[in-house]
Nanobody, 125 residues
Framework: QVKLVESGGGSVQAGGSLSVSCAASVYIYSMNCVGWFRQAPGKEREGVATIDRDGSISYADSVKGRFTISRDNAKNTLYLQMNSLKPEDTAMYYC???????????????????WGQGTQVTVSS
């Protein structure tokens, strides 16, 4: 059974940093594509960052240069380090396994196979 459990998040002022983690019950390094997406109230899901089986990383333009996705294969854990946070980054953040073929792993291709319960990130101005 695939289980993804997010932790971290919280509240911070604009310009601050937060980190979120995702513990997986499967070998995430063997997945074609894993990543993070977010959803704010009243808004559509937005892919944030992805990492594929080969370690190639992609970011949404809205977070490029500010967010860093990484994984610890030994711990089956996915991370998202968020710096220079803005109020518009406020959302529920979810980690996910994406059901895409190799070479198709990017945040705009948000075909979700499994995802966690999410963790809230709130950025105040």
């Amino acid at each position: 059974q695939v289980k993804l459990v997010e932790s971290g998040g919280g509240s911070v002022q604009a310009g601050g940093s937060l980190s979120v983690s995702c513990a997986a019950s499967v070998y995430i390094y063997s997945m074609n594509c894993v990543g993070w997406f977010r959803q704010a109230p009243g808004k559509e899901r937005e892919g944030v960052a992805t990492i594929d089986r080969d370690g190639s990383i992609s970011y949404a333009d809205s977070v490029k240069g500010r967010f860093t996705i990484s994984r610890d294969n030994a711990k089956n854990t996915l991370y998202l380090q968020m710096n220079s946070l803005k109020p518009e980054d406020t959302a529920m953040y979810y980690c996910a396994i994406l059901g895409v073929a190799r070479g198709m792993c990017n945040p705009s291709n948000l075909r979700l196979s499994f995802w966690g319960q999410g963790t809230q990130v709130t950025v105040s101005s």
